[in-house]
């Protein structure tokens, strides 16, 4: 790409509203010759839109920021939200090289919390309701210690794959967001191709497509690289724990016909809507780190 074209590029992408902050970084959309890749999965699904069309009021500006911290994603998880869910799956897909190995979830890992009876309060928080921060007291009860693992017979933290734009064409970061799972898709497409027990996010497109993200158990050969980037733009995990969560989440005593509804074209719906729908009592959180770069927190 020659600089004059590159310039272009970069003038295109930031007249799109402020909030939406598109760079040609890690952590955005993948940006090729001819088109822009909202996202990709191991089975060679991509969603994508032309590069003339990026600015199109029909798609909204959030689809273009990925880069949401622990704090700006877990500012959505209200009381209310808290309250409606059992089983919380949180997944740092941030690079590597972000954080510390401190933190709590650290970066390439995922950590189940699950309700040990109706009515625990699930997070800390603060005098203004938000989330804070957790320390490994606090999890015990919620069962993502060592010792006491949310689900019998896995590990309370999980390396993981997510998406690895840097490996070039067909290649996007894992967003960020607060999703239920599409219990209908997940269903219907448990075994795809390099994707085996599929929990799918419940997130539509404007024009209508339904999100092919998912937390999906990889062949043995990927193993090597969970703790790293290195999938499509899926979370990729062990098939035993993809197997173990899928038939936790799927399973009758999680159905809840009173379950809130979200806004399945955000990524971080601002609340449930009002008008329940059948669903599942599991909630997908993927963040992107704690600290930018630099180690400032985000």
């Not at 997510?162 to 219907?188: C, E, I, M, P, W």
């Not at 399945?264 to 770069?293: C, I, Q, W």
Request: net charge positive; glycine share 8%; proline share 6%.
């Amino acid at each position: 790409m020659s600089k004059s074209i590159f310039l272009l590029v970069l003038a295109g992408l930031f007249s799109l509203q402020a909030n939406a902050q598109i760079k040609l970084q890690e952590g955005q959309p993948s940006i090729e010759q001819d088109r822009i890749l909202l996202e990709a999965n191991d089975a060679g699904e991509e969603i994508s839109i032309p590069r003339d069309e990026w600015d199109s009021n029909a798609l909204k500006s959030g689809y273009f920021d990925f880069k949401k911290s622990f704090s700006e994603v877990a500012r959505v998880i209200t009381p209310e939200v808290e309250n409606a869910f059992d089983l919380f799956v949180f997944v740092n897909v941030s690079y590597e090289r972000y954080g510390s190995p401190n933190d709590f979830i650290p970066s390439q890992r995922l950590k189940v919390f699950r309700r040990a009876f109706p009515g625990q309060r699930v997070f800390k928080r603060n005098g203004q309701g938000n989330i804070v921060s957790y320390d490994p007291v606090y999890a015990d009860v919620l069962g993502t210690s060592s010792h006491q693992p949310a689900l019998p017979g896995i590990d309370a933290e999980m390396k993981i794959s997510s998406g690895a734009s840097q490996r070039g064409k067909g290649y996007v970061d894992t967003f960020s967001g607060v999703f239920r799972v599409n219990h209908k898709k997940s269903l219907a497409k448990r075994y795809g191709e390099g994707m085996l027990h599929s929990l799918y996010v419940d997130v539509l497109y404007p024009k209508g497509s339904s999100s092919g993200i998912a937390v999906h158990g990889t062949p043995k050969s990927n193993y090597g690289a969970l703790g790293s980037q290195a999938s499509h733009g899926c979370v990729r995990t062990r098939i035993d724990f993809a197997k173990k969560l899928y038939e936790f989440v799927l399973s009758e005593p999680m159905y809840d016909v009173n379950l809130l509804d979200f806004n399945r074209y955000e990524r971080l719906p601002p609340a449930p809507l009002k008008d329940p729908r059948p669903g599942y009592k599991a909630l997908f959180v993927f963040f992107y780190g704690y600290n930018d770069k630099n180690g400032v927190a985000l």
